[in-house]
């Protein structure tokens, strides 16, 4: 106990006045923001009590007269000048230098409050006061895309506020989109830093007041895809827990599709989801499939050109759809939305049956320029005359033809087991499926039980090859010639390394097409080469089926097909839904930096998927008008309606002509809707004038929206 006390006492003896002294005052300075003003006026208060008491002593004057003369010595150094004895002299002398550091204290403290209110002006920590705007949550690849769809989106109202909400310095993002040279439109973007899961930065970017808040997965913040979808569960949460938007919806971006549910249940209806990896693997399989199907998305998504609108019509109900068809100038009808627009449940019905009647509340879905670009008018454009013209033009309708596939995956993907299970899904029995990429087969195997891959599929048969998709003499080593399609995959290992970029990625998926594109040039379709690299069966077995000979389920021989769908003259020779036994493979690769776009062009590939530009059209399009979500997941769904490309020979007679209106009833005759043609690389969407009849090229394919092309039941006939 004594040794306790003469310790603690020895301890506080070093501890003298000045060090305790400084110490508090540090605190204070630390901890209060009043403490500045405060201490500065009480030295001024004491430096004229002190000097007016010295100069009372050492004058005449009076105490008052005393305050005030020390005053203007502390104000006005120029003052003490006039004083002729020395002890007036050394008093005024010293109230001058204590007030020249004292107002010298004030710029300081004045210009240090300026600065930080700069800094902080720099910083992007003021607050936005607007209302229905477009909230933008976290930094991701998409950022600035979405940004440009969302510019386009509003164009037609003179521009909107967009306002992003992230981590990222307010200078460096700023910079960012500045160097990517936006046209914005009339819209203004408003850049803050905060954490997006804060309800104090959140009400800081006024998210209440938004109509719609975008929440994209920060994957620069998280190392893996479950702890970046943690924390947009946490950012939903925020908006939830604080009721925002008090009028709007909430589109939240998650990377692994199990983690869906759980942020649909924290969001409930006011959320919309979109699991990118996901969509992305969803689209390039149907564009694989679908050959020429990835330039009509890049028509369809996004605000520049024809894309979804839906609104309610009541002058429509009680009309059939086959009616409402051919009622809506500069626009196609495509399907009704029947039950509640505030986040309810909804009935999405795309191409309905002709006879469906059109309820009272029903919002109708159609293509259109701009969401004033079109409206209902009292007679209709178009009526359907079987009796006498369209029962002429019409050809019986033949069923296409499903056979085994054998599809080639380059690289490796993230989510590769989802592709696998959708490929399954749409291909029939017998197809096949090559995964070639640098992974050895345990380390397959491992990933793809680890992502909850099936055992077995009920149709494909995967087939291992290891080997690099850079080098010429892997690629070499595959009988590309015999494969109906080939996706090349933005690697995993390098698309989320850190140490490279989305160009790196791009780079290496963009050497392994110019390599495949070569191959497929120079090899004979009868040659076949023996694989000096070891292929493994998926259920390790020794026999593999290589005689089976697939063809795709569309393909078509384009080279004859001219831009504009009337023809001077072409050939009658009879055009094939097949490729020649001689031709190549579609080849469909996965692009993550929309700057890699001319590159791929010059290589005259036309067939690719830009999956970031893609996902922040369609994040953008939900942002605006959340039903066209639900839209979205039945297009790109195997058990929905889906988009084809259909050889015009499938409806329309050889050397005929007709109008677009006259098509889009030929087709919907067995349950099929037109939407536009494609022409060689020319897409049209939504024609401008559907009534005018022309010659058509035979080489012209009719995009539709069908559920399967194996239904031949007429609606008409």
């Known amino acids: 106990m004594y040794h306790e006390t003469k310790k603690s006492k020895e301890f506080t003896d070093e501890v003298n006045v000045s060090e305790y002294f ?220 604080m009721g925002a938007p008090a009028e709007g919806h909430i589109v939240a971006e998650v990377l692994d599709v199990d983690n869906e549910n759980l942020v649909r249940i924290v969001g409930k209806e006011s959320l919309e989801t979109f699991v990118s990896h996901d969509v992305i693997g969803r689209l390039m399989i149907q564009c694989a499939r679908e050959r020429g199907l990835a330039q009509v998305l890049e028509q369809l998504l996004g605000f520049d050109g024809c894309e979804f609108y839906i609104q309610e019509w009541p002058e429509m109900a009680g009309r059939t759809f086959g009616d409402i068809m051919y009622r809506f100038t500069d626009a196609i009808v495509v399907g009704i939305i029947r039950g509640s627009s505030t986040g309810g449940k909804a009935d999405t019905l795309l191409n309905p049956p002709v006879s469906e009647v059109i309820q009272e509340g029903d919002r109708i879905v159609v293509i259109a320029e701009d969401d004033d670009t079109y409206a209902p008018v009292e007679e209709p454009l178009f009526v359907e005359d079987w009796e006498h013209e369209l029962s002429k033009m019409q050809v019986p309708y033949k069923s296409r033809v499903y056979r085994p596939e054998r599809m080639l995956f380059v690289g490796w993907r993230r989510d590769i087991e989802d592709m696998i299970s959708e490929l399954d899904s749409y291909v029939c029995k017998g197809s096949e499926l090559t995964l070639f990429n640098q992974l050895d087969l345990a380390t397959r195997q491992e990933r793809l039980v680890k992502g909850g891959r099936r055992n077995v599929q009920e149709n494909l048969n995967l087939i291992h090859i290891c080997g690099n998709p850079t080098y010429r003499q892997d690629l070499e080593a595959l009988p590309l010639e015999e494969y109906d399609s080939i996706l090349i995959l933005a690697d995993e290992d390098f698309e989320g390394d850190v140490s490279h970029d989305m160009m790196y990625a791009d780079t290496r998926s963009l050497t392994s097409l110019l390599l495949i594109r070569d191959i497929q040039q120079k090899r004979n379709v009868n040659t076949r080469v023996k694989g000096r690299l070891s292929i493994f069966d998926d259920n390790f077995a020794t026999e593999q089926k290589n005689t089976i000979r697939s063809l795709s389920p569309l393909v078509e021989d384009m080279r004859r097909s001219h831009d504009s769908p009337e023809t001077a003259e072409e050939s009658d020779s009879e055009e094939e839904d097949e490729f020649e036994s001689g031709s190549t493979a579609a080849v469909i690769s996965e692009i993550l930096d929309v700057r890699t776009k001319p590159l791929i062009s010059v290589a005259s590939v036309t067939d690719y998927v830009t999956s970031n530009e893609l996902l922040s059209m369609a994040i953008a399009m939900v942002s605006e008008q959340r039903e066209v979500n639900h839209i979205l997941k039945e297009l790109l769904s195997s058990d929905g309606n889906e ?75």
């Not at 050394?90 to 007030?99: E, P, Y």
């Not at 005929?656 to 919907?668: G, N, P, R, V």
């Open 22 to 241: 400084f110490s508090r005052l540090d605190y204070l300075y630390s901890h209060n923001d009043k403490f500045k003003p405060v201490a500065l006026l009480t030295a001024t208060l004491f430096l004229i009590f002190v000097g007016g008491v010295l100069w009372w002593i050492v004058t005449d004057d009076s105490l008052f007269e005393s305050f005030w003369a020390v005053w203007t010595f502390v104000a006005d150094p120029g003052t003490h000048a006039e004083n002729d004895g020395m002890l007036q002299r050394i008093v005024s002398l010293m109230m001058t230098l204590g007030g020249m550091v004292i107002f010298a204290m004030v710029i300081g403290m004045i210009t240090e409050d300026i600065s930080s209110f700069v800094d902080n002006l720099r910083k992007g920590r003021s607050r936005v006061i607007v209302s229905k705007h477009t909230l933008i949550l976290g930094q991701g690849d998409m950022l600035i895309p979405i940004i440009q769809q969302l510019a386009l989106a509003n164009e037609s109202a003179g521009g909107g506020a967009i306002v992003v909400l992230t981590q990222c310095p307010k200078l460096e993002l700023e910079e960012a989109i500045h160097a990517a040279e936006l046209n914005l439109r009339g819209s203004d973007v408003i850049v803050r830093t905060g954490v997006p899961h804060l309800q104090s930065d959140l009400r800081k970017v006024s998210a209440m007041t938004a109509r719609a808040v975008v929440v994209l997965a920060d994957k620069n913040s998280c190392t893996t895809p479950d702890m970046t979808d943690i924390n947009t569960v946490r950012t939903v949460l925020s908006l939830r827990g």
């Open 643 to 717: 988009i084809y490309l259909v050889p015009l020979s499938t409806y329309l007679k050889k050397q005929t002509e007709a109008s677009f209106y006259e098509l889009i009833a030929l087709a919907k005759s067995v349950n099929h809707l037109t939407v536009g043609y494609k022409i060689r690389e020319n897409v049209v969407i939504n024609p401008v004038d559907k009534s005018k009849r022309i010659k058509w090229s035979a080489s012209t394919h009719l995009i539709i929206l069908a559920l399967d092309l194996d239904s031949n039941e007429s609606e008409n006939l």
